[in-house]
């Protein structure tokens, strides 16, 4: 159940424009998320890097949408817009 609070918050909320709408979810939503781990930035920057040599060596390949969605998805053609 939602507190009477909550209510008279949301009411305001919904009388926003909708570019300030998504600029409140996205600051509520980040509210929950808690402190960002510290080193998860860098640990991501080194895998990015790690990443991008195993494609420069020639360690791995890259393929395109559609092979993906044949070895991954099961799809053997694109799906219909």
């Known amino acids: ?7 008279r918050v949301l009411a305001r909320a919904l009388q926003l424009a909708p570019a300030q709408q998504e600029s409140l ?15 998860a930035e860098k ?3 080194a895998e990015l ?3 991008l040599a ?3 060596s020639g360690r791995v ?3 395109g949408i559609e092979e993906f ?7 053997t053609r694109p799906p219909a817009c």
Do not use: H, N, T
Request: a negative charge.
């Open 25 to 39: 979810a996205r600051w509520l939503i980040e509210s929950l998320d808690g402190d960002p781990d510290p080193g």
């Open 69 to 75: 969605r044949k070895r991954f998805l099961g799809e």
């Open 61 to 63: 390949q890259a393929i």
């Open 49 to 51: 890097d790690r990443r």
């Open 54 to 56: 195993d494609l420069d």
């Open 43 to 45: 640990a991501w920057e």
């Open 1 to 7: 159940m939602v507190d009477r609070e909550a209510e």
